[in-house]
């Protein structure tokens, strides 16, 4: 069964600064895709960016920037010049088939 | 375009009751995906219906049912409920869900607490 990890459950950064968060996972497949979701407090779950397994180019969405190690089964999110608005609960999402399978997420704060 | 709409937001329901929770998809979207999500247990899928049909089950006893009408919207049904049951409950929207969706579109979810 396809897993996906996130090892850190809370990171902060300051204000303007850049973090890394992390996600592996676990799947036998060769073809599927990869999100990363943040969810404010408003709950709301918000695509910030994804990126097809079979494209070896690192997609980047304005501030945001993925790092994808197909062959480790990486997945982290890098989020640069932080602002106070990207405070929230961060999943890594893997889909292949019918359905997704999301981490456990990753709490982000940010510090003014 | 109007997003996914998730009715209602909180709900109040004591053991034992049953619970009925609506999703009104992105319009044209034809797959709904429902999740129930707990601080102990992260997000878990619960079911997906494309076209009025259930395409996929995830891990969750009978007494989490769910249904799609004719034109996309779905229900989730929870009979007898528990309170381990209290939980946030997402659903989102593809258009064809599956291994041809390429992003689902979440709504606000749905506060279920039972007391």
């Known amino acids: 069964a396809q897993t996906v990890t996130q090892s850190q459950p809370e990171m902060s950064v300051q204000e303007a600064e850049t973090v890394t968060l992390s996600c592996t996972y676990d799947?036998?497949?060769?073809?599927?895709?990869l999100f990363w979701y943040k969810q404010p407090p408003s709950r709301q779950m918000i695509l910030v960016i994804r990126?097809?397994?079979?494209?070896?180019q690192n997609a980047t969405e304005n501030r945001f920037s993925v790092n994808f190690q197909k062959a480790a089964k990486s997945f982290s999110l890098k989020i640069s010049d932080s602002q106070l608005g990207d405070a929230a609960m961060y999943f890594c999402?893997?889909?292949?088939?019918?359905?997704?399978?999301f981490g456990p997420g990753t709490r982000l704060s940010v510090l003014p | 375009k109007a997003g996914v709409t998730q009715t209602p937001r909180y709900l109040i329901k004591t053991r034992g009751q049953q619970v009925t929770l609506s999703c009104s998809p992105i319009s044209g979207h034809r797959s709904v995906s429902w999740y129930q999500q707990t601080p102990g247990q992260g997000l878990q899928f619960l079911f997906e219906?494309?076209?009025?049909?259930?395409?996929n089950k995830g891990n969750f006893p009978g007494r989490f049912s769910g249904r799609q009408f004719s034109n996309s919207r779905s229900e989730m049904n929870v009979s007898t409920l528990e309170l381990g049951d209290s939980a946030l409950y997402l659903c989102a929207s593809s258009l064809r869900g599956g291994a041809w969706s390429t992003e689902a579109f979440f709504g606000q979810g749905t506060r279920l607490t039972v007391v």
């Open positions: 799947t036998s497949e060769s073809d599927y895709y």
């Open positions: 999402a893997y889909c292949y088939g019918q359905n997704f399978v």
């Open positions: 990126q097809e397994a079979y494209k070896q």
């Open positions: 219906y494309f076209s009025e049909t259930q395409r």
